[in-house]
């Protein structure tokens, strides 16, 4: 299966976001009140030329952020906390008709979840029928999703997506999970954490998983540490997450893609396999 990733520009955080410090409130705080930001991360969308039709996950950011009151002032993450870098020509669609991928062509646009740089590109793809969790749509909506930090007033007129409610059928450690093709080799898992509706995409391709996490961490080392982020609402959650995707990648040789790892594009070309059994115990939470 042909798999690309698509980087849609590149963001940058606060070190804290990345990797959290401390526990509870405590940690939300010790985020917003870190002075350090990481470098420039990039932006990942990915696209699946799948048999049944081409798949789309996330849709990256839109140059849009770049204009003036694009974000809302009032709310302190996107005056503190939060510095992208798009140009026009990098949205995911421009990039699609480069690779000869039309965005009309999409059948399924996959979201891990709405946060902006995920749903910035959503407006690429009108005709595409558009999936993303119950429970991220349900937390994403309304003047209580603006407040979650979702730019809901930005998503497209006409956005109307599927919800998906998980099914009890295992994949591995994960209880429940959704499967969308009739190959059965593409499927959706519930990783709650980052956000509490965030799902991730495990495509089985040529006897490997390619496990595209959304921001269940920001690198693969975080994932195998445990390293709950910075801004998870649910820390119980995201631990949990975490310590799932750890064990699938334990017993599947898995490739590990969250969206914003400097690494993640590579391991995708290589097919270099998440190396779960070589760390040792999980993450300890330090003040
Ligand atoms: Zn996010």
Not at 55 to 80: C, K, L, M, N, Q
Not at 166 to 182: H, M, N
Not at 231 to 254: K, S
Request: glycine fraction near 10%; hydrophobic fraction near 35%.
């Amino acid at each position: 299966m042909k798999v690309h990733a698509i980087q849609t520009g590149t963001v940058a955080v606060k070190t804290r976001q990345r990797e959290g410090l401390g526990r509870g409130k405590r940690r939300l705080a010790n985020t917003f009140l870190d002075r350090q930001w990481t470098d420039r991360l990039p932006i990942l969308a990915w696209a699946i030329e799948h048999s049944e039709g081409l798949i789309v996950v996330d849709t990256g950011e839109t140059a849009g952020t770049s204009e003036p009151g694009y974000f809302p002032r009032w709310h302190p993450y996107f005056r503190t906390g939060l510095r992208e870098w798009v140009a026009p020509e990098v949205e995911v669609g421009p990039q699609l008709d480069r690779l000869g991928l039309s965005p009309r062509e999409v059948r399924w646009v996959v979201m891990t979840h709405l946060h902006t740089d995920h749903a910035g590109g959503l407006h690429h793809f009108p005709d595409s029928e558009i999936l993303v969790s119950r429970v991220e749509l349900d937390n994403a909506s309304g003047r209580m999703g603006r407040v979650r930090g979702y730019l809901n007033n930005r998503f497209p007129e006409w956005f109307d997506p599927r919800g998906i409610d998980f099914l009890a059928e295992p994949v591995g450690p994960f209880p429940e999970s959704f499967t969308l093709t009739a190959a059965g080799d593409v499927r959706l898992v519930p990783v709650p954490g980052h956000t509490a509706g965030q799902l991730a995409v495990v495509v089985e391709d040529g006897g490997c998983s390619i496990f595209f996490a959304g921001d269940s961490s920001y690198t693969e080392d975080l994932m195998l540490s445990g390293a709950v982020d910075g801004i998870a609402p649910d820390e119980v959650a995201a631990r949990r997450t975490l310590e799932r995707i750890r064990t699938y990648a334990g017993e599947t040789p898995t490739v590990y893609l969250p969206s914003h790892d400097p690494d993640s594009a590579t391991r995708l070309t290589q097919r270099r396999l998440a190396d779960a059994a070589a760390r040792g115990p999980a993450h300890e939470v330090r003040d």
